[in-house]
């Protein structure tokens, strides 16, 4: 049975909390396990949530502050230690190589050769690797090189049995039909895929975190089924989510809007708000976004909303 999931692991921005791990975010997508921006701590995060390293295909990482990286040391030596015998790309913005290489190599440990680095440059959109996954990126506005991601799988078709029914088409003509767009029927007649199927888009998975607000973020939100985005500041220091390019949860709320999405997750909180500011992140997101918003909590499971219907997109 296949499942999607974002498993959160850790939801604080620079400073842990007492409640909030550093970052770290795994994306559970059937026989993928897509592990996002790794902080310090994802280790045993990860041991708490009940994931292992083999669970791990993939590694995405915005940008090498700290709180976004510093967990990779652990998570590369883990996955050697556990002698996980497929390939774990990595994807990481290219301008970060150095740091990459001494995150890599942190210390002394029995080296595997399943890591593949995947430098990413600015003009890069696509992350190359799954044939049933296409993942995309473009640089944010941060401080330094950051790349958001999306996670998405290609359009579909949903068939339909009254009118598979009404043409005549059953058993293997079933496959073959959806494989090949069309086909000849017992009785001579041919029979299109838009005869019995309706258009069934992907699922998209958006993920967006430091930066200010610019186009590219909306654009790798367009129509996600759920963007996970950081929100760092409130509105009363509007003036510090300006100053170190980071987003306020009213703007990632307006993120969401403009880009139409249909699950927004709240997360990267400073270390300056306790429980009792929680309730105004999601009613500041609420006073643009009007759809679902989740304040994302340490090892919780979020599973990602049913498909779109093709009216919803």
């Not at 310090?40 to 390293?53: D, F, I, V």
């Not at 473009?138 to 401080?143: E, F, R």
């Not at 100053?243 to 949860?249: E, I, K, R």
């Not at 006073?287 to 009216?311: M, N």
Request: glycine share 8%.
């Amino acid at each position: 049975m296949s499942v999607r999931e974002l498993v959160v692991l850790g939801t604080s921005s620079a400073v842990p909390t007492r409640n909030r791990n550093h970052n770290g975010y795994f994306l559970r997508w059937d026989s993928h396990g897509i592990l996002l921006d790794p902080g310090e701590g994802t280790q045993r995060q990860m041991r708490l949530a009940k994931l292992a390293a083999t669970d791990i295909t993939r590694v995405c990482v915005t940008h090498f502050h700290g709180d976004h990286c510093l967990g990779l040391p652990g998570i590369i030596q883990r996955l050697a230690r556990d002698r996980v015998p497929h390939p774990v790309r990595v994807a990481y913005p290219a301008e970060g190589e150095p740091y990459w290489r001494r995150l890599r190599h942190a210390s002394v440990f029995h080296d595997t050769s399943v890591i593949i680095g995947q430098p990413l440059t600015p003009q890069a959109t696509d992350v190359p690797g799954d044939k049933d996954l296409r993942i995309t990126t473009l640089p944010l506005h941060h401080s330094i090189p950051c790349q958001g991601y999306r996670i998405a799988e290609p359009d579909g078709w949903r068939m339909l049995p009254d009118r598979l029914h009404a043409h005549g088409v059953h058993g293997p003509q079933i496959s073959t039909l959806l494989r090949e767009g069309t086909i000849t029927t017992d009785d001579g007649r041919t029979v299109t895929l838009a005869d019995c199927a309706q258009p069934r888009p992907g699922q998209v998975f958006a993920f967006v975190m430091d930066t200010g607000e610019c186009p590219n973020a909306i654009e790798l939100a367009r129509g996600a089924d759920m963007l996970v985005i950081e929100a760092t500041f409130l509105d009363a220091q509007a003036h510090l989510a300006q100053a170190y390019q980071h987003l306020t949860a009213r703007q990632a709320g307006r993120i969401a809007a403009q880009a139409q999405v249909r699950t927004l997750v709240l997360t990267h909180l400073s270390e300056r708000y306790d429980h009792t500011d929680e309730p105004h992140f999601v009613a500041q997101a609420a006073q643009e976004f009007d759809g679902t918003i989740v304040l994302a909590s340490d090892l919780e499971r979020i599973p990602l909303p049913p498909r779109a219907t093709t009216q919803d997109h």
